[in-house]
């Protein structure tokens, strides 16, 4: 069965450095979606991208964040210049088109860890 | 309680008792799907029920939803240890990204 890969399962970075969480959704799939969790918190949204552009994003995803689909089968995430409250798991997501009763499928996340 | 909130937090039962897991929320939905996540792993996704739907089966899994109370169950029959795990509920929403709001989750354990 196909499924959403991610890369790195566990990333660890500096304060202050960028980071880029990548992701291959499964191949038919149009909708993208990034979450993530923080430790002992509830999964959070993050942002939805459709048609290689963002559709929707939480107030998390602020102007350190961005997302970017550069081929026909990576979706990444970028974080410009990370805090420590940066540290959680990063799950990426995707739907098939066909209605929005679709269900979303994650990957097993990477683990953002920033010293 | 904030949008897709479960109850209990935890839960612990014998292999073969049935578990069942409940979810509330405060906004209209387009659907509400539940998922599993093993310590440590991603969220797999076990059922989705429409906002039109107030039953749904799969395996040992049944799921029913009240719109007019807004909340859900997800039941888990002849439970097995393998059914350890956290369950979430989320509910779509019907802005055109259909992100998923999530609850706190369930831990369940099964006592073989």
């Known amino acids: 069965e196909p499924e959403v890969t991610q890369t790195p399962s566990h990333q660890v970075t500096q304060m202050g450095q960028e980071v880029i969480l990548r992701c291959v959704p499964i191949?038919?799939?149009?909708?993208f979606y990034w979450y993530r969790q923080i430790l002992g918190q509830k999964v959070e949204f993050l942002v939805s991208f459709y048609n290689n552009e963002i559709s929707e994003k939480s107030e998390i995803f602020d102007d350190q964040f961005s997302v970017e689909r550069p081929d026909g089968s990576n979706f990444t995430l970028k974080i410009r210049s990370t805090k420590l409250e940066d540290s959680a798991m990063y799950f990426c997501?995707?739907?098939?088109?066909?209605?929005?009763?679709?269900?979303?499928?994650f990957g097993d996340g990477t683990r953002l860890s920033i010293l | 309680s904030q949008q897709g909130e479960e109850d209990p937090q935890a839960l612990s039962i014998q292999e073969g008792e049935n578990a069942t897991m409940n979810c509330s929320y405060k906004t209209s939905i387009n659907n509400l799907q539940w998922y599993r996540q093993n310590s440590g792993r991603g969220l797999v996704h076990l059922i989705l029920?429409?906002?039109?739907?107030r039953e749904k089966h799969s395996g040992r899994l049944r799921v029913t939803l009240d719109t007019s109370k807004k909340s859900s169950s997800l039941l888990i029959t002849a439970s097995r240890a393998a059914d350890t795990a956290s369950y979430f509920c989320a509910t779509g929403s019907n802005n055109a990204g259909n992100m998923l709001t999530f609850g706190g989750g369930t831990r369940l354990m099964v006592k073989p």
């Open positions: 191949s038919n799939h149009l909708y």
């Open positions: 029920i429409r906002s039109n739907e």
């Open positions: 997501a995707s739907r098939d088109r066909e209605g929005s009763n679709q269900p979303q499928h």
